[in-house]
């Protein structure tokens, strides 16, 4: 697909062939990390969800017109692997997920299960997880359930989109985006507002 093609489908808001084409090369991506010594030790799952929000972002873009057609100085693919080998390496120096708000909200739930008593980091633990819950419960019922399905059910996409009534599992990953957007600005409002409450 041509970049040309893929500005035409993304401006027709027709996503689907246009997200098949960019995971098209998911395991391409896999196998170049698995060549580079700082990379070599992702897991193909984690290297696959790189991507994947690589694409995601791109189609994002794109959509925005923050990136427009006569500003292309290479083929789409290209940039794709240029953005999700930074995000790659972040991860690998990081030595954490938390580069997507996916593995910030996996990591958090896990904590909740592994939190110690009487510590004042145990005080800030509880209070970034309030604050994370209270943003999903502000969530409308469908897009809460996608969250708890996608993320602490780890159900696959073509799952949640049979489900959920979604028309594809490509319509479910780009909704997962807009959503992760939407709760990370309540977290950050939330958090805000605590702010303002102690002063």
Not at 19 to 25: D, G, I, R, V
């Amino acid at each position: 697909m041509t970049n040309q093609q893929i500005f035409d489908h993304i401006e027709r808001r027709n996503s689907r062939p246009v997200l098949e084409f960019f995971y098209s090369f998911s395991d391409s991506f896999y196998f170049f990390c698995k060549k580079q010594p700082n990379l070599k030790f992702l897991s193909q799952h984690q290297a696959q969800t790189i991507f994947n929000d690589a694409c995601i972002f791109m189609y994002d873009k794109i959509e925005a017109k923050k990136i427009m057609i006569y500003q292309m100085t290479s083929s789409v693919k290209t940039m794709i692997f240029g953005i999700a080998k930074k995000m790659a390496f972040r991860e690998m120096r990081n030595e954490t997920k938390h580069n997507s708000l996916h593995s910030f909200l996996e990591n958090s739930s896990n904590e909740i299960a592994s939190l110690e008593d009487n510590t004042n980091d145990n005080f800030l633990k509880e209070l970034q997880i309030k604050h994370l819950w209270e943003a999903l419960l502000s969530l409308s019922p469908k897009h809460y359930a996608l969250i708890v399905e996608g993320v602490l059910e780890e159900k696959s996409n073509s799952e949640i989109a049979k489900e959920q009534g979604y028309n594809s599992a490509n319509a479910v990953s780009v909704e997962k985006l807009r959503i992760f957007k939407v709760l990370k600005g309540a977290i950050l409002e939330i958090q805000k507002r605590d702010e303002d409450w102690e002063l």
